[in-house]
C-alpha cells in the first residue's frame, strides 16, 4: 500500500551521521583537487578562495537558544541565524571545507570560524579573501605554514597607507614591516602571542580605489599587475556562495532543530561538490576550465538524469559531459554592477509584532484597511 506519511524519511534523516556527511564532502574536493591539472593552478600554485556568509532557519525556541536572532531584532520577529566560512578552490569551485557557528555571541565572527580551518591550507598555497581576514595573527600563522595572502587591507590600516615609506617595488607598490599588536587578543593564549613574531613584512598595492596587502614579496615572479588580475577573481567565492545559496536554495533551511539544521547545511555542501565533481569532468573532457562552464545549466542536467532515474553507460556519460560544455559562462573582465533590484517587491508592510499578537488583534477587529 502506498503511503504519504513521512515519518520514516525523517526518521531516517535522524539517524544520518552528520560527521560522514561532512567526512564526505572534504574527500570529495580533496580526491578531485588531488588530480587536477597543474595548468589550472596560479603560477604553479593552488589558490583557496575564503568568505563567510549567514543562514536564517525556522523560528523555533531550540534553533534560537543555539543560533540566536540578531540582537537589534526584537523577540518573536526575527529568525534564528547560522554564520558559515568556507574554503573553496579557485581553479575548480569545490567547497574545500566550512565551519558552522552563531551569527552573534563568541566565536561567532568570521575570523574565529576562519581560524577553525586553519589546517586546510597547505605550503604553497595562495589565500584570497576580502579586507575583513587581513590581521597580524592570521598572517603570521600562514607564513609560519608557508601560505602566501592576498587581501584587501583592513579598513583602518588602510587609511594610514603611505606609498612614500618603505622599500618602493613600483608605482604604488611598496614592502612595509608592520609591527605585532601590543595587546593580546582574548581568543589567542599567552603562549602563542609570545610566539608570533614581532614584525611581519609585507607588500602594499593600490588597484583602482583598493589597497592590497599580500606576502607576496618578490615583485619579479609576482608582478603589480599579475596580482591585481588575481584578486579580479576573488568575485568568484561570492558566484560559488551565490550558487549554494541561491540556486540549489539553501538561503532558508527547512529543519526545526539546531542538530538537524547543521546536518541539512552539510548535505547542501555535499551536493554542491557532487555537481563541481560532474562539472570538472566536463570540463577535463571539453578541454577548458570549470569556471567556463555554467553552473546551474549543469545542476539542471544532472537532476534530467536523476528525475528519469537513468544508469548512464560510458558513452552516454560523455554525452552528458558534452552537452554540459555546450553552455558557456561570459567572460566579462572588470565587469560592474549595481547592489541595487529593479523588480519592486510586493507592497506588504513588515511584521512588526510577533505573529500570535498580531492573530488576537485580528480575531478581535479583522484585517486592518490597506493605506493607500
Avoid at 48 to 59: A, F, Q, R
Avoid at 104 to 109: A, C, E, L, S, Y
Avoid at 242 to 270: D, G
Avoid at 320 to 338: I, S, Y
Wanted: glycine residues 6%; charged residues 25%; contains cysteine.
Amino acid at each position: 500500500m502506498i503511503r504519504t506519511h513521512t515519518g520514516g524519511y525523517c526518521q531516517a534523516r535522524k539517524r544520518l551521521p552528520t560527521e560522514m556527511v561532512s567526512a564526505l564532502t572534504r574527500d570529495v574536493a580533496q580526491a578531485v583537487s588531488s588530480h587536477t591539472p597543474s595548468k589550472w593552478n596560479w603560477y604553479g600554485r593552488r589558490v583557496k578562495l575564503v568568505d563567510g556568509t549567514s543562514i536564517t532557519m525556522p523560528d523555533t525556541p531550540e534553533s534560537q537558544a543555539v543560533y540566536p536572532q540578531p540582537r537589534n531584532q526584537k523577540p518573536g520577529l526575527g529568525f534564528p541565524i547560522c554564520r558559515v566560512v568556507g574554503i573553496t578552490c579557485l581553479s575548480t569551485g569545490l567547497l574545500l571545507d566550512a565551519s558552522i557557528g552563531p551569527f552573534n555571541g563568541k566565536g561567532g565572527n568570521e575570523r574565529c570560524l576562519l581560524r577553525l580551518l586553519e589546517e586546510t591550507f597547505e605550503s604553497g598555497d595562495v589565500v584570497l579573501g576580502d579586507a575583513f581576514f587581513a590581521n597580524y595573527f592570521f598572517m603570521a600563522k600562514m607564513q609560519d605554514k608557508g601560505v602566501d595572502m592576498l587581501m584587501q587591507q583592513n579598513g583602518a590600516r588602510a587609511r594610514v597607507t603611505d606609498f612614500r615609506r618603505g622599500q618602493r617595488l613600483g608605482s604604488k607598490d611598496h614592502l612595509i614591516t608592520i609591527n605585532k599588536p601590543k595587546v593580546r587578543p582574548d581568543w589567542m593564549s599567552k603562549d602563542a602571542f609570545l610566539a608570533a613574531p614581532e614584525t611581519l613584512t609585507i607588500r602594499e598595492i593600490y588597484s583602482k580605489g583598493k589597497v592590497l596587502v599580500s606576502t607576496l614579496t618578490c615583485s619579479k615572479t609576482y608582478s603589480k599587475q599579475s596580482l591585481q588580475r588575481l584578486y579580479q577573481q576573488r568575485w568568484h567565492v561570492e558566484l560559488d556562495i551565490r550558487s549554494i545559496k541561491t540556486t540549489m536554495e539553501m538561503n532558508t533551511l527547512s529543519c526545526k532543530t539546531p542538530q538537524m539544521a547543521v546536518k541539512e547545511i552539510w548535505v547542501y555542501l555535499l551536493a554542491y561538490n557532487l555537481v563541481r565533481l560532474v562539472m570538472v569532468q566536463s570540463a577535463l573532457f571539453a578541454g577548458i576550465q570549470p569556471r567556463h562552464l555554467s553552473f546551474k545549466h549543469c545542476l539542471q542536467l544532472w537532476l534530467c538524469v536523476l528525475s528519469a532515474k537513468l544508469i548512464l553507460d560510458k558513452h552516454q556519460l560523455k554525452m552528458l559531459w558534452h552537452l554540459m560544455a555546450q553552455q558557456r559562462v561570459g567572460q566579462r573582465p572588470g565587469r560592474v554592477e549595481p547592489r541595487a533590484v529593479k523588480r519592486r517587491p510586493k507592497p506588504m508592510p513588515l511584521m512588526m509584532k510577533p505573529r500570535a499578537t498580531l492573530q488576537a488583534q485580528i480575531r478581535l477587529h479583522g484585517h486592518p484597511t490597506r493605506e493607500k
